[in-house]
C-alpha cells in the first residue's frame, strides 16, 4: 500500500485522531505469518507531527472499515479511557448464512480463550468473559440476511463467535463460518461513534460497505 492510498482512505482527521477505513484482507499488526500490516506504513500519517500515530483497538485482518488511532501520547491516553469505560460506540454489518428468526435481538454468551494443537479459537464457556452483543436484520434474500451489530463488550472475535453460535454465521469466516464458501468474510466496521472530548464535539464517522460484499447487500435489499 502506497503511502497515497493509505492516505486516500482516511474518513476524519483531527488534531487528535484519525478514523481511517481500513481494507479487508490488511492485518493491524505483524505476525509470524503476517508480514505486511498497516503498522509498517503509519509513518504517512504523520501529517507533520513527531509521533507515528498509535492503534486504540484493533479489527481482524479480515474485518473492513472504521478504524481509530491517536496522533499523539496524550490522545491515546484519553481514548484509552473512553474505550475502558464503554464510551465508544461500534456498529457493525455482516452478512450471514441462514437468517435469524427474530428481527432483532440480543446474544449474551460468555467467552473464552481455547488453544489447541493447531491453534487457538475463542469458545463459549459459562466460565469465559461477559460477552453481549445486539443485532436487528436489515435485509434478507437469497439464503442469507444483512444484520447492524452493536456489541455491548469487546471481546476477542465476539461478532464472528455470537452469531455463529446463534445458528447465523457470518459469510466466508475463514475460522467459525461454515466452509461452504471461498468469499471473503463479509464484516464491516460500519460506524464509530465518540463523546464530547474537550473542545472537539461528539463525533461520528461512517464507513461505506466494502466492495467485496457489495453484492450479497444488494441481494438483501441494499440501495446505496
Known amino acids: 500500500m502506497t503511502p497515497h492510498q493509505l492516505q486516500s482512505r482516511i474518513l476524519h482527521r ?5 478514523v481511517l ?10 505476525g509470524p505469518r503476517t508480514a505486511e500490516s498497516l503498522e509498517r506504513h503509519l509513518d504517512a500519517l504523520r501529517f507533520g507531527n513527531r509521533e507515528r500515530p498509535r492503534l486504540v483497538h484493533r479489527l481482524d485482518r479480515d474485518t473492513s472499515g472504521c478504524l481509530l488511532l491517536a496522533r499523539h501520547a ?3 491516553r484519553r481514548l484509552g479511557r473512553l474505550f475502558a469505560s464503554a ?11 441462514g437468517t435469524p428468526q427474530s428481527d432483532e435481538g440480543v446474544i449474551d454468551r460468555p467467552l473464552k480463550k481455547e488453544t489447541r494443537r ?5 469458545v463459549t464457556d459459562p466460565a469465559g468473559q461477559r460477552a453481549v452483543t445486539r443485532y436487528s ?12 451489530l452493536a456489541p455491548e463488550t469487546g471481546r476477542t472475535h465476539q461478532l464472528r463467535v455470537h452469531c455463529a453460535g446463534e445458528g447465523f454465521p ?3 469466516d475463514p475460522v467459525y463460518g461454515s466452509g461452504t464458501t471461498t468469499a471473503p468474510m463479509h464484516l464491516h466496521a460500519r460506524s464509530i461513534a465518540l463523546p464530547p472530548r474537550g473542545t472537539h464535539a461528539a463525533l ?13 447487500l444488494r441481494k438483501c435489499g441494499y440501495r446505496p
Do not use: F
Open 14 to 18: 483531527d488534531a487528535a485522531l484519525i
Open 21 to 30: 477505513d481500513k481494507p479487508a484482507g490488511l492485518a493491524v499488526h505483524p
Open 170 to 172: 457470518i459469510l466466508g
Open 118 to 122: 493447531e491453534g487457538w479459537r475463542m
Open 204 to 216: 461520528t464517522v461512517t464507513a461505506p460497505p466494502s466492495e467485496h460484499m457489495m453484492a450479497a
Open 137 to 148: 436484520v436489515l435485509g434478507r434474500g437469497d439464503g442469507i440476511a444483512w444484520l447492524e
Open 87 to 97: 464510551q465508544v460506540r461500534k456498529i457493525y454489518w455482516a452478512v450471514v448464512e
Open 74 to 76: 496524550k490522545a491515546v
